[in-house]
């Protein structure tokens, strides 16, 4: 690991864990958002453990309370997140500002809020059965109490992954972090 890269993982980080501590609506983040751009500026094996990383450090730092049993399902959607990123860099070649693009990253970040809530669901879920409530019972309960919850993660998320995609990862480009699909004489927004 570079210089470079150690001091983008330290930045990211520190950014990622103000913004999870700080007031804010529940399920309203960024880090999704963050370990995607991870993910696609480091790739598939860096973003997951960008994303793991600051979830376990979260689940202790929360100001919501401490993450316990469900700390390893936060960790596991997160981990999908930056790794999504990294397929999607495998994926993506000339990546341009059009309705069609910020679309494209919106869709995305909807599917990883839904693919996290579900995780983070079951772990509630697993949590109802350990204090004795039958597992049907437990899982409908978790989806059923974590519904409007779900619905503003996946809102917030397609909002933030449809506005801020190409501002963050132009401005990470033009300070010559990570590697990106396109061309580095290309601007994004030409």
Same mark, same amino acid.
């Given at each position: 690991m570079n210089t470079r890269k150690l001091a983008f993982l330290i930045i990211l980080t520190a950014l990622c864990l103000a913004i999870q501590i700080t007031p804010r609506p529940p399920n309203v983040e960024f880090t999704s958002f963050f370990c995607f751009v991870m993910g696609l500026t480091e790739g598939v094996v860096f973003g997951g453990f960008f994303g793991s990383f600051v979830m376990l450090i979260n689940g202790f730092l929360s100001p919501y309370g401490f993450g316990g049993l469900n700390i390893p399902f936060q960790m596991v959607g997160m981990i999908i997140a930056g790794a999504l990123?990294?397929?999607?860099?495998? +994926?993506?070649?000339? *990546?341009?500002?059009?309705?069609? /693009? !910020? $679309?494209?990253?919106? @869709?995305?970040?909807?599917?990883?809020?839904?693919?996290?809530?579900?995780?983070?669901?079951?772990?509630?879920?697993?949590?109802?059965?350990?204090?004795?409530?039958?597992?049907?019972?437990? +899982?409908?309960?978790? *989806?059923?109490?974590?519904?409007? /919850? !779900? $619905?503003?993660?996946? @809102?917030?998320?397609?909002?933030?992954?449809?506005v801020l995609f190409l501002p963050v990862t132009n401005a990470l480009k033009s300070l010559s972090v990570g590697k990106f699909p396109w061309s580095r004489k290309e601007h994004l927004y030409s």
């Open positions: 990123g990294g397929v999607y860099r495998r +994926f993506t070649r000339n *990546i341009s500002f059009s309705a069609r /693009f !910020s $679309l494209e990253t919106a @869709v995305l970040g909807a599917f990883i809020a839904l693919t996290y809530d579900l995780i983070t669901n079951l772990g509630f879920g697993i949590q109802l059965v350990l204090a004795g409530e039958s597992p049907s019972l437990a +899982f409908v309960t978790a *989806i059923a109490s974590g519904s409007f /919850f !779900s $619905l503003v993660h996946i @809102v917030s998320n397609t909002l933030v992954f449809g």
